[in-house]
């Protein structure tokens, strides 16, 4: 069962649904067969991957996946909504809730956390106003740091570690203007502040198409950058290693079968 909420009212009607949002910290470990339900996060606002319907019910490319992954275990799925991650990830260190999908490991969450098998590769793309595209000559990322070009990135998101590297550079790190969100990114592009801006892919470019903002912004003709994988991230407080051992046997089904294919197809959502 999905608890699906929205408006002003998001945290006091999942209160209420759910009695505590510690109610999955107080479970016992997830075991199979499941005793209790899977309890996720999601954003409410981010299509095609997580979205209310006409209906306000929660879909999207992200919501079925883990309904399917979650179904194969024989598991119920709740999912708690609009939490901004960096909230989720607390969330899920205290074992409020279990599981996050599309999360990147890294030494520090691996103390807290167990990572499925990846499922997808992590991109990067470089986007520009649309009137400044034929004006940058750009082959890399490198390049941006050798010809001095201002870019846009949002605080605390990771790029990948040749761009973590060029931000080390003090030359290229005056160049750097950090926005709190997409919304202040796409102003810093349309009005100059920045020459172009970096964001996830396919992810940048559907979130452009969603604000109808694609043709004003456009993604550079350079080749998507791979960064890394994601996973699927379970606390250790709440989720066994068995149970973990279980979902990589059901991931990896639904990736040779074809499951995960179609889902992308139907969102939309389909790597470059």
């Known amino acids: 069962m999905n608890l699906i909420c929205c408006g002003s009212f998001v945290g006091f009607v999942l209160l209420a649904l759910l009695g505590s949002v510690n109610a999955a910290a107080a479970a016992p470990l997830l075991e199979l067969p499941c005793q209790?339900?899977?309890?996720?996060?999601?954003?409410t606002n981010m299509p095609p991957?997580?979205?209310?319907?006409?209906?306000?019910?929660?879909?999207?490319?992200?919501?079925?996946?883990?309904?399917?992954?979650?179904?194969?275990?024989?598991?119920?799925?709740?999912?708690?909504?609009d939490s901004p991650w960096k909230r989720a990830m607390m969330l899920l260190e205290s074992g409020?809730?279990?599981?996050?999908?599309?999360a990147s490991k890294s030494s520090d969450r691996e103390a807290y956390a167990w990572f499925s098998t990846?499922?997808?590769?992590?991109?990067?793309?470089?986007?520009?106003?649309?009137?400044?595209?034929?004006?940058?000559?750009?082959k890399q990322l490198a390049d941006i740091a050798e010809k001095g070009y201002s870019v846009g990135i949002i605080r605390g998101n990771f790029y990948g570690s040749q761009f973590s590297a060029l931000l080390e550079?003090?030359?290229?790190?005056?160049?750097?203007?950090?926005?709190?969100?997409?919304?202040?990114?796409?102003?810093?592009?349309?009005?100059g502040r920045v020459q172009l801006y970096l964001d996830y892919f396919p992810n940048g470019l559907l979130a452009l198409r969603d604000e109808k903002l694609d043709q004003q912004i456009v993604r550079y003709p350079i080749p998507p950058i791979t960064i890394g994988q994601v996973h699927f991230m379970l606390s250790k407080k709440t989720v066994s290693a068995e149970f973990v051992r279980q979902l990589d046997l059901a991931l990896t089904d639904m990736l040779r079968d074809?499951?995960?294919?179609?889902?992308?197809?139907k969102y939309g959502v389909m790597p470059e």
């Open 36 to 43: 209790r339900a899977v309890v996720s996060r999601s954003a």
């Open 169 to 191: 550079q003090p030359a290229f790190r005056k160049n750097v203007v950090e926005a709190i969100d997409k919304a202040a990114l796409y102003q810093f592009a349309l009005r």
């Open 258 to 265: 074809g499951s995960v294919r179609k889902l992308q197809y």
């Open 49 to 81: 991957y997580s979205f209310l319907d006409e209906k306000q019910q929660l879909t999207g490319y992200r919501i079925e996946f883990m309904q399917q992954l979650f179904g194969r275990l024989g598991c119920k799925l709740e999912v708690l909504t």
């Open 118 to 138: 990846p499922y997808e590769d992590e991109k990067v793309a470089v986007f520009v106003a649309a009137a400044q595209r034929d004006q940058l000559r750009l």
């Open 96 to 102: 409020e809730i279990d599981v996050l999908m599309n």
